[in-house]
């Protein structure tokens, strides 16, 4: 009987993460710095399994996430705040596709058809998406491309900046663990949270285009299974490279969500009017909520 698959993967330097293909997964820090003593010391070099793949990159982001778990900020939905998070909608994905098409063209020289193959049928299911987020501005009343045109979120900016540098390297396949990142969390919303947004947007009014169709109602689902079991198909160093990308981009979003969500309603109105240089209306039906509370995002 053949011994089911176990894969790790070192992320940080402090932490490894074990998946066994039965679905067991452990977060292991080794009690000794001798390589040569610990069993994971060595990078693996086995097969991989999509059940082993699942374990290692959700476990990264999970890691990744965990670094701001005492201080993770859960604010209540507010207009604003929806606003701010839809201009990081924009600005996260107008470039998506030419990024990932630049990454397969350089797999490309590097004669690997099947990453190349991946890529650029990734952007082509991302292409246009930036133009969701506008058209959920605009139903909302707001001055989108002046608004995304002198605005990056402060909390967006490093994810973006992140991504385009992953898909500039030398050998990008990176950015498919930055990507794997995004869509996971992504998938993770439900109806709930498309009807929470709905419920402080004015009536007749659809301005969920772009978080519909990045919630576990759109295609994420799909994409993130695809990419498990792309990723289990790579040779164990890309895996490694990708399970370890999966985890630096789960901290840099951690934080940056995070720092969006700790501004205060005041902070983001002035943020979105300095922008959009002029007062802005949000006309729900109700009053924004009382300054001090938090955004949403």
């Not at 491309?145 to 540098?165: K, Q, S, T, Y």
């Not at 498990?228 to 985890?247: C, G, H, M, Q």
């Amino acid at each position: 009987m053949a011994r089911p698959i176990t894969e790790w993967v070192d992320v940080d330097g402090d932490v490894t993460i074990i998946a066994r293909e039965t679905g067991e997964v452990w977060f292991y820090r080794p009690e000794t710095k001798d390589k040569g003593a610990d069993p994971f010391g060595k990078p693996m070099t086995g097969p991989g399994s999509a059940a082993t793949a699942v374990s290692l990159l959700d476990g990264a982001i999970h890691l990744g996430f965990s670094r701001i778990e005492k201080n993770l900020a859960t604010p209540s939905p507010t207009v604003a705040g929806y606003v701010m998070a839809l201009i990081g909608a924009y600005h996260t994905s107008v470039d998506t596709a030419q990024n990932l098409r630049r990454a397969g063209r350089r797999f490309e020289e590097l004669h690997r058809p099947e990453v190349t193959a991946y890529l650029e049928e990734r952007a082509r299911e991302e292409t246009g998406h930036d133009r969701l987020a506008l058209k959920d501005l605009r139903a909302l009343g707001m001055p989108a491309e002046r608004l995304v045109a002198n605005l990056v979120p402060e909390g967006i900016g490093p994810m973006c900046r992140h991504f385009d540098d992953l898909c500039a390297e030398d050998y990008p396949i990176g950015c498919v663990g930055y990507s794997y990142c995004l869509e996971r969390i992504a998938a993770l919303k439900q109806e709930a949270d498309i009807e929470s947004v709905k419920a402080i947007c004015p009536e007749g009014v659809d301005a969920t285009r772009f978080l519909r169709s990045h919630s576990g109602l759109g295609s994420e689902v799909a994409h993130v299974e695809e990419t498990i079991a792309f990723v289990a198909s790579l040779p164990a160093d890309d895996r490694i490279k990708v399970v370890r990308e999966t985890y630096q981009s789960a901290v840099i979003m951690a934080e940056g969500y995070n720092r969006e969500l700790l501004r205060t309603e005041a902070e983001v109105m002035a943020v979105l009017e300095r922008a959009a240089g002029e007062s802005l209306c949000f006309d729900v039906g109700r009053p924004l909520m009382q300054a001090g509370t938090r955004p949403a995002a």
